[in-house]
């Protein structure tokens, strides 16, 4: 059984749409506010985080168009650099990136559902290990359990189908866009920009501010390069790739500049800063309670959005690795009547909801920044490998502004993950065991092959 071709074109940009725009751009403006002082600061670092993203969407649309399979960054490093990197790659979004992207997605839902049944983020209990955020404890709330229900219940509805996890994504993605701009409108026409002449006193810009606040930023445009794991499941693909990747991400670049700008009309620094629901707070302060709640309803949706397109793309992955040889085998199967990878979706969500409990939110985004940006990086150098090392290959579309395009993202990626190891050591060394710890099961499917 093979994937089936069910994806257009409205599909594959809700998929980039859908599951970039998730929980960041509601929650971490306030993280990086902290982190470099200013709102002109902050605008300014969504404008290099999204210039950056969109170097990596047009290095990968060359890599997409002309190796459309599934499993995405798979293909493309097992091609430039040999099996062995495309495997930690799979490995590396399995156990740490897409689960833990998945994990954060779903954590970020229930903080917002707190606000209608503020019970759900009670402790209900404590687990007396240093295994919680920051060497702490680990607390355990009633809201990680409805975290868990929710990506299980997202598997499910994936598995019948891609057919129904695009239409469910390009509907809730056009819902939710429209309600973000909604939010945009309100804050534009009626702030008065306070904010513009006051700073966080206590956040002095540095160059681990600076990178800090990157880190927060990328994860909030983290999953621009979902739409190339489906890319056996899409028309036209040598087509329809790079347009979804390109104009997608621009359309998120443009919404979340947008939003701060809102953020910032209403809100002080310091207001900002303070807020761990930036644009919750914002419409309370415009629209009292309702417009709040307006907030939270279209968080949620944002989110669900989100987690429906990492589940429909990253399950993908170990799909891709187990059709290979270098996953468990039965990843590779293909549900007869659904044509969908069943059992690599139902694991991939298992093993998310597993994750929700690991951890609290700015912790796991940080897990999930440092482990895919390498890998990021790595991926996006193929491009100029490629060339060299197949130049033979058909390529429908040609990155624009080669090589600068991909240097400039390949060296930016690289001081992204030593400032975040300086930054965060214990989550970056964890990320690096992680990663590390999928060499022998590689070698144990490796003499499998053989």
Do not use: C
Not at 46 to 68: D, I, K, N
Not at 143 to 162: D, K, P, R, S, T
């Amino acid at each position: 059984m093979e994937l089936r071709r069910e994806l257009g074109l409205w599909s594959a940009a809700a998929i980039v749409v859908g599951t970039v725009i998730g929980s960041g751009i509601f929650l971490v403006p306030s993280t990086m506010v902290q982190r470099v002082g200013t709102p002109a600061m902050v605008l300014a670092v969504w404008v290099f985080a999204g210039v950056l993203t969109l170097a990596g969407a047009l290095s990968y649309a060359e890599l997409a168009a002309a190796m459309p399979e599934a499993g995405g960054e798979y293909v493309y490093l097992s091609a430039a650099y040999g099996p062995v990197w495309g495997f930690l790659y799979g490995w590396t979004q399995m156990w740490v990136a897409k689960s833990g992207s998945i994990a954060t997605l779903a954590t970020a839902f229930f903080y917002y559902l707190t606000n209608f049944f503020p019970g759900m983020d009670r402790v209900f209990y404590v687990v007396p290990l240093p295994i919680g955020p920051h060497g702490q404890p680990l607390e355990l709330r009633w809201g990680q359990l409805f975290a868990m229900a929710l990506i299980l219940f997202l598997g499910v509805v994936n598995y019948f189908g891609v057919k129904i996890g695009g239409e469910v994504q390009v509907a809730v993605t056009g819902v939710k866009v429209v309600l973000i701009l909604f939010i945009i409108g309100v804050g534009v026409s009626v702030g008065h920009a306070p904010a513009v002449r006051t700073a966080v006193p206590s956040a002095p810009v540095t160059v681990a501010g600076f990178f800090a606040a990157l880190v927060a930023a990328l994860w909030a445009y983290d999953g621009w390069n979902n739409v190339s794991m489906v890319a056996s499941e899409i028309h036209r693909p040598r087509r329809n790739l790079p347009l979804a990747l390109i104009w997608g991400t621009t359309a998120v670049i443009l919404i979340y500049l947008l939003a701060n700008i809102a953020y910032f009309s209403v809100l002080s620094a310091g207001e900002v800063g303070a807020s761990q629901r930036v644009a919750a707070d914002m419409m309370r302060r415009v629209l009292g309670e309702g417009g709040a709640s307006a907030v939270s309803i279209a968080a949620m949706i944002s989110i669900f959005a989100a987690l429906n397109g990492s589940i429909l793309a990253g399950s993908r992955v170990p799909y891709a690795l187990a059709r290979g040889g270098y996953f468990f085998a039965p990843a590779a199967r293909v549900q007869a009547r659904y044509g969908t990878p069943g059992v690599s979706i139902l694991a991939l969500s298992g093993w998310s909801a597993l994750l929700v409990l690991s951890g609290r939110y700015e912790q796991l985004y940080t897990y999930v920044i440092f482990a895919s940006w390498i890998l990021y990086g790595m991926t996006t150098a193929a491009v100029p490998v490629l060339r060299r090392k197949r130049p033979e290959m058909e390529r429908p579309y040609r990155t624009v502004g080669y090589p600068l395009v991909p240097v400039l993202f390949v060296l930016v990626a690289g001081s992204l993950v030593l400032a975040t190891l300086f930054d965060s050591p214990r989550e970056s060394l964890l990320g690096i065991g992680l990663i590390i710890l999928g060499l022998p099961f590689y070698f144990h499917w490796k003499r499998a092959r053989l």
